[in-house]
């Protein structure tokens, strides 16, 4: 067949003179020096978090609810340097901040730490109110996403999203679905001391750790159909669930501290509060995490009493759960607490 026509001399000509320009904008960006944390690059583990999950919007949300988009809007703007409220995510926000703070002293060139990104349907209108409120309280957060209206959820992959938080349960069930790890916000009823050293996570097993297959044979079979299963399947792992993958991204982080003889210093701590029976249906969960590579600092099997309780005494920056009467009780007792919508236990949940 016919060869390919060449480019001509000044195509070439172009061509290398673009690529000198992108390369020489590149090393001009690089070299900038400046005092703030630079954004973090690809190979970071992105949080998305909403704005009405980072800040107190709800009066913000009503007048949008009553009056609409424009009254709304104009009502942001004429108080744009009115200061947010901190919202149900913001001290989990400054929890990863610090732990970003202890990485750059230990490893000032790697960037595996977090970034952090407001993802919000908010019109761009309302970003300055945004942004004052996010230079009040110091926060570093650089990358805004704002759709106007639209939803975002389009974006988190673009992102590169590890873990997306916010307080609308229905972007945040689309998130699931679509593969992202997400959960549902809700503010504890009481305020709580958290720790500003150390960031403290605690999560559920079944359908938040793991996949909903036990909980299926719970809810269809029974108990006792239940605790013969796991005992049958101990050496089996259980299949990975949607928040699988932060605790493995938490774990990473973790072995970068004790590589520098950091453990008992470390910035991060991680908990399992299960309603599991220790001794009827605990082996396989440890035995699970155990096959992933994976360490929890602290595995509290509760034999089906309440959560809250125990979450009060752990004082955790978030608590994961599928099921939401165990996160209305973490909230009644102070715990910031976000749903994960997956599993059967939505079906149940639904159909209440």
Known sequence: GPEAPQPSDAAQVRLQEAEQDWAAAKAFYDNLVSKRPRPVRPGAITVAVSSRALFDLVEERRIYEEQGVEKYVEYQQDNENVTLKPGPAFYF??????VNARLLELYPDDEERFDIVLMTNNHAQVGVRLINSINHYGLTI??????????????????????YLSADSEKVQEAIEAGIASATMFTANKDVAYSDTQLRV???????????????????????RFFEHEQLNENKPLAQGPLKGFLEDLGKLQKKFYAKNERLNCPIRTFLVTAR??????????????????????????????????LV????????????????????????????PYGIAQKYHKSA
């Open 93 to 98: 926000v400054k929890a990863l901040e610090h």
């Open 142 to 163: 650089e990358r805004f996403c704002m759709t106007g209206g639209k939803s975002p959820i389009g974006y988190l992959t673009a992102y590169l999203t590890n873990l």
């Open 202 to 224: 605690a999560f559920d097993g079944d359908a938040v750790l793991f996949s909903d297959e036990s909980e299926q044979i719970v809810k269809e079979q029974g108990l006792d």
């Open 277 to 310: 029976s220790a001794a009827s249906s605990g082996a396989r969960v440890l035995k699970t995490l155990r096959s992933w590579g994976l360490e929890i600092d602290e595995a509290l099997f509760l034999a089906g009493a309440p959560k809250g309780p125990i």
């Open 313 to 340: 005494k752990i004082r955790p920056h978030i608590f994961f759960d599928d099921q939401m009467f165990h996160i209305e009780g973490a909230q009644k007792l102070g715990t910031i607490a976000a749903h994960v």
